[in-house]
């Protein structure tokens, strides 16, 4: 959408207002607060902090819920599965040598990604002003009334 100015408007407002997803992912993926990138996003493995030491912006109200453990599970499983199948055409290995080796590739590389997920989650959630990152608090759009005042 176009302003008169001819500058282009987000669903959010003005040009100022914009926050960039790609930006504000990175930095999330990088453990850093995704408005300024340089205060820390997180105060122990997966929990965040309360707000940011930098520029004091609430990281508490996110709402990452499960959805970095599912794209991990996505991502490791498909690395986990092709590098599976790909040693199988090589090497004919007995199952509990297969199992030796990627059982602890899954859960280590699973471990491994699950805080820089976490990370860039939130800084979706920043950038796209979801879960009270916008100065305003979430409420469904399509609540029906009451019963009593329908018509």
């Known amino acids: ?19 960039s997803v790609g930006l504000s992912m990175k930095r999330g993926f990088l453990g850093r607060c995704p408005a300024c990138g340089s205060g820390k996003l997180f105060r122990s493995y997966l929990k965040s902090v309360e707000t940011c ?7 508490d109200h996110h709402r990452a819920d499960d959805f970095p453990p599912y794209i991990v599970v996505t991502i490791v499983g498909h690395l986990v599965l092709a590098g599976y199948m790909a040693t199988d055409l090589i090497l004919p290995l007995n199952s509990w040598q297969h199992l030796a080796i990627w059982a602890p590739i899954t859960v280590i590389s699973s471990l491994a990604l ?18 009270g990152f916008g100065g305003h608090e979430d409420a469904p759009e399509d609540v029906l009334p009451p019963r009593d005042e329908r018509a």
Do not use: F, N, Y
């Open 1 to 19: 959408m176009k302003a008169a100015s001819g500058e282009t408007l987000h669903l959010g407002g003005s040009k100022s207002d914009e926050r």
């Open 114 to 131: 699950l805080q820089p997920v976490k990370g860039a989650v939130i800084g979706l959630q920043w950038a796209l002003k979801m879960h």
């Open 53 to 59: 030491a930098a520029c004091g912006e609430r990281m």
